[in-house]
C-alpha cells in the first residue's frame, strides 16, 4: 500500500529555514511529479511546488525565491526547503503525488506536517 | 494566476438529499478541473479529475461536471460519512490554484 510520510521540525523562529522530507514507501518514486501543498486557515490550500524524480522542477511564482526542492530517489525521498521563514509560513504542510504526467490531480497524500513559525 | 471560486461556503442537508456544489474558474480551464474531500485533521482525498471522472474506490453517488468554466460536483443521494469540507483545484496552469472550499454539514 502506497504511502507518504512528512518529517521535519514543527517550530520555527522567525527568519529560519523550513526544511521537510517526504518518504515514499510501497510504491516507486521514479516516473512520477512530486509535490509539496500546504494549507492555512487564512490562505486555504496553495501549492508550493513540484520536483520529478529526474530533478526538474518548478515552483509557485508567489514562493519561488524561498523555495527549493530536491529528491533523492536512493531512499526514495523529497525534501522542501523555504527560507526566511514569516509567521505567515505556518500551515499544514503536506506531501503529494501526481496522478500522472501532465494529470496534475493529487491522488496520494501524506498525513501532513504541522510548521509553526513564532519567536 | 487562475482564480476558483467555490459557492456556497457551506451547506446544510438531510441523508438521502442531493447536494450540488459549484466552483468557477476565472478563465478557461478545459477539463482540467479536480475534486477533493477533506475531513478533519486528514489530508484532502481525489474524487474526481479531469470535471468528471471517478477516481477509483470513489462510490458512484459522486459525479463532476462541466460547463465552459462552471464545474459543478454533485452527491446525489448525500450520506452520512459525507460530511466534510470540499475543495475544487485546476490543473490547466501553473501555478497550480484551488478554490476556497465548502462545507457539507448532515442536518
Known amino acids: 500500500q502506497a504511502q507518504l510520510q512528512e518529517s521535519g521540525p514543527g517550530l520555527l523562529r522567525p527568519s529560519e529555514t523550513l526544511s521537510l522530507t517526504c518518504t515514499v514507501s510501497g510504491a516507486s518514486i521514479m516516473n512520477y511529479h512530486w509535490s509539496w501543498i500546504r494549507q492555512s486557515p487564512g490562505k486555504g490550500l496553495e501549492w508550493i511546488g513540484y520536483?520529478?524524480?529526474?530533478?526538474?522542477?518548478d515552483y509557485n511564482p508567489s514562493l519561488k525565491s524561498r523555495v527549493t526542492m530536491s529528491v533523492d530517489t536512493s531512499k526514495s525521498q523529497f525534501c522542501l526547503k523555504m527560507n526566511s521563514v514569516t509567521a505567515a509560513d505556518t500551515a499544514v504542510y503536506y506531501c503529494?503525488?501526481?496522478?500522472?504526467?501532465?494529470?496534475?490531480?493529487?491522488?496520494?497524500w501524506g498525513r501532513g506536517s504541522l510548521v509553526t513559525v513564532s519567536s | 494566476d487562475i482564480q476558483m471560486t467555490q459557492s456556497p461556503s457551506s451547506v446544510s442537508a438531510s441523508v438521502g438529499d442531493r447536494v450540488t456544489i459549484t466552483c468557477r474558474a476565472s478563465?478557461?480551464?478545459?477539463?482540467?478541473l479536480g475534486w477533493y474531500q477533506q475531513k478533519p485533521g486528514k489530508a484532502p482525498k481525489l474524487l474526481i479529475y479531469a470535471a468528471s471522472s471517478l477516481q477509483s474506490g470513489v462510490p458512484s453517488r459522486f459525479s463532476g461536471s462541466e460547463s465552459e468554466t462552471d464545474f459543478t460536483l454533485t452527491i446525489s443521494s448525500l450520506q452520512p460519512e459525507d460530511s466534510a469540507t470540499y475543495y475544487c483545484?485546476?490543473?490547466?496552469?501553473?501555478?497550480?490554484?484551488f478554490g476556497g472550499g465548502t462545507k457539507v454539514e448532515i442536518k
Open positions: 503529494a503525488r501526481a496522478v500522472a504526467a501532465g494529470y496534475w490531480f493529487f491522488d496520494l
Open positions: 520536483i520529478y524524480y529526474s530533478g526538474s522542477s
Open positions: 478563465q478557461v480551464i478545459s477539463t482540467w
Open positions: 483545484q485546476q490543473a490547466n496552469n501553473f501555478p497550480l490554484t
